[in-house]
Structures are given as C-alpha cells and as structure tokens.
C-alpha cells in the first residue's frame, strides 16, 4: 500500500514543480547601473543569497536561483520580495551544489535562458549541530564539507564557461574561514578550505578579466543559527539585507578595482 503523503511532502513537491520555473518583475523600468546584467545565486531563495538576489534585481540584474530544498511558500516568498524591485527577468531551479549532474542541469538552464553570466554568487552552505571532533559522525563531515566547498567548486566550474572579461565571482565564506570555534570541525575546515580555494581562484582568473571577493560576513541572523544555537541573540546581528548592500557596493566598482576581502560584522563585535 502507498503511504499517503504528508503536507510537508505535498508542499515540497509542489515546490519543486514552481521552483523550475521563470517569471518577469513588474516594478520600476528606467535603466538602472545593473540592467542587462545576468547574475545565477546559490542558495538563493532565503537568507544571504535571497538579499544578495534582491539588491542586484533593485539594481537591474536579471537574476537566477538555485535552491537544494524548497517549499511552495519559500518560493512565493522570494517571488513577493524580488516583485518590489526593478523590471527584471528571474530564474528559479531546484539544483544541488553537492551533485555534479544537479549542477550542470542548472547552468544549462541558465546557458539556455541567459546565453552568458556576469554575476555568480556561491552562497550556498550548511553547518551541523556543535560536536567535538571524536563526535561528529563522517555523515555529517562529508555533507558539510561537499556543500560548502564541492559545491562551490562544482557551482565555478559549470559558470565559467559562461562568463566573460568584467565578471564577477562571490564567494560566501563567514568570518569562520579565517577563525576557530570549538565544536565546529566540519564547518571551520570547509571554510578555510573554500578562502584557499578562492584565492587561488582570483588568481587564475586575473589574465581574464573576471574578478574574485572573498565575502566574510560576521554572525548574520540567518536561518543557519537553528543548526547549531536556536537561542543565539539575533537582536546583535547584522541582517542579511546589510551584507547585501556592501556585496552590491563591490560589484558597482569600476573593473580595475577589486575588493578582495570583505568583511563585515556585528559593530558590538562577536556573539
């Protein structure tokens, strides 16, 4: 006998059907210092990436989402925020960083709607709940360390076929990839894996015009926190919003100007 779905199944799968899919704004029309940009986000229907997606749409970018998990509501939601910005053109397709065919599936989506990109934003990342080494279970390592810095490389990889001179790569990193927090092994090695893997990035890509940012943000009231500390104090975060606003600032740099590192933090300073 077939089990009966649940809400959250039916929801889900819902989702997914909405999730591949494309619509056009219907805000602002004047040219806008962004218009005709292409940006793809990972990550991007919540959190970080969703304010990231939203700044370059207010901005005029076209712009393309990719979601491993996704729910109706979730989508509708970032449909309703990116509605308020300029007239622009959205992508959203379900994609897992961590599976090499998931990830090409995306791009040539993107290759097909959008021809070329100049925007990627790898935001997409998990972390795991506190655990001393010699308790954290290889399931959990692996699934940490194949989103966070697979997945960017996967998510590179299949873009860069597709940009040209003048582009631009983020990089998502926390100030975690320069830091230490006990009982964060997965994530901390994940994160000084993905600067590694970052800088040496900027530094291929230099002769080809295309330009690397290592993004830092501090503590960030994200949906994150609920994975490893339900009651940090949110109230001493930044928002997701002001993260975007300093991402948007950089991209807006004229091409011989670079902002490799960029670090942003609570004022109040670490949690």
């Known amino acids: 006998m077939a089990r009966k779905r649940t809400g959250w199944a039916k929801e889900r799968e819902e989702g997914e059907r909405l999730l591949d899919s494309e619509f056009v704004t219907q805000g602002k029309t004047q040219v806008l210092p962004l218009s005709g940009k292409k940006a793809v986000i990972s990550g991007g229907t919540r959190g970080i990436g969703l304010a990231i997606a939203t700044a370059l749409a207010g901005e005029g970018c076209d712009v393309a989402l990719a979601a491993?998990?996704?729910?109706?509501?979730?989508?509708?939601?970032?449909?309703?925020?990116?509605?308020?910005?300029?007239?622009?053109?959205?992508?959203?397709?379900?994609?897992?960083?961590?599976?090499?065919?998931?990830?090409?599936?995306?791009?040539?989506?993107?290759?097909?709607?959008?021809?070329?990109?100049?925007?990627?934003?790898?935001?997409?990342?998990?972390?795991?709940?506190?655990?001393?080494?010699d308790r954290l279970s290889p399931t959990a390592w692996n699934d940490v360390?194949?989103?966070?810095?697979?997945?960017m490389f996967l998510c590179t990889r299949a873009a860069l076929p597709l940009m040209r001179e003048g582009g631009i790569i983020v990089t998502n990193l926390s100030v975690a990839a320069k830091g230490v927090f006990a009982g964060q092994a997965a994530y901390i090695a994940s994160k000084w894996g993905a600067l590694g893997f970052t800088n040496c990035l900027r530094e291929e890509l230099r002769p080809r015009g295309i330009r690397v940012i290592a993004l830092m943000p501090g503590a960030?009231?994200?949906?994150?926190?609920?994975?490893?500390?339900?009651?940090?104090?949110?109230?001493?975060?930044?928002?997701?919003?002001?993260?975007?606003?300093?991402?948007?600032?950089?991209?807006?740099?004229?091409?011989?100007?670079?902002?490799?590192?960029?670090?942003?933090?609570?004022?109040?300073?670490?949690l």
């Open 220 to 270: 960030t009231d994200t949906e994150i926190w609920k994975q490893f500390w339900p009651e940090a104090p949110r109230a001493r975060m930044i928002s997701p919003e002001s993260v975007a606003s300093v991402v948007v600032s950089a991209i807006l740099l004229p091409e011989n100007a670079t902002v490799e590192e960029l670090v942003i933090a609570p004022t109040t300073g670490a």
């Open 68 to 133: 491993r998990n996704i729910a109706t509501s979730m989508f509708q939601r970032a449909a309703r925020v990116l509605s308020d910005t300029a007239t622009v053109r959205v992508i959203a397709k379900s994609c897992d960083v961590r599976v090499p065919r998931s990830v090409d599936n995306f791009f040539q989506t993107v290759r097909t709607k959008f021809k070329s990109i100049d925007f990627l934003v790898n935001n997409a990342g998990i972390s795991h709940q506190v655990a001393d080494t």
């Open 145 to 151: 360390l194949t989103t966070n810095l697979t997945g």
